[in-house]
């Protein structure tokens, strides 16, 4: 077998492994943008919503009682760019993601440490609300988080 041959083997070969349609961006395969690319420019909620660290201040559960948060400063949310939010849910701490589009929200499962907190922490009533959460609202420095039950979970920018 000649050299040439070999390479324009080679050639066919890798151009056949190119062009299969399971890695073609219409079968759902993802897309590559180079290393200088611009990153993508966050909306004005997404701002909004980075502004501040968000203290919980109470849930109004359309299945069950309001809750008061007894100490907001242990139940926080904190958005980050690119999606990313910082919680801290009583004596744990963690992170997840999320996705906004125009009023709605959308909040991953958070990975969070597994301390056991003591008694009389709402971190479940927090967390379970936080699992829930449908759509949002900013006014002045009040985030009111939409629950998909009907129910609100209330926050206070701290300062």
Do not use: H
Request: glycine share 10%; charged share 15%.
């Amino acid at each position: 077998m000649s050299a040439r041959f070999s390479i324009a083997l080679a050639a066919c070969l890798c151009a056949g492994c190119m062009s299969d349609p399971a890695l073609s961006p219409r079968a759902g395969a993802p897309s590559y943008s180079p290393a200088s690319a611009m990153p993508p420019t966050l909306s004005s909620a997404a701002n909004d919503l980075a502004i501040a660290t968000w203290q919980w201040q109470r849930a109004k559960l359309a299945d069950g009682p309001d809750i008061a948060a007894a100490s907001p400063d242990r139940y926080t949310l904190r958005f980050e760019g690119g999606g990313r939010v910082l919680l801290r849910a009583d004596c744990n701490s963690g992170s997840g993601s999320y996705e906004v589009n125009g009023g709605t929200m959308k909040l991953s499962p958070a990975a969070l440490t597994k301390m056991a907190c003591p008694a009389g922490s709402q971190d479940a009533q927090f967390l379970q609300g936080l699992s829930r959460v449908t759509g949002y609202a900013i006014d002045d420095r009040t985030l009111v988080l939409t629950l998909g039950n009907g129910g609100t979970m209330s926050f206070r920018g701290a300062p």
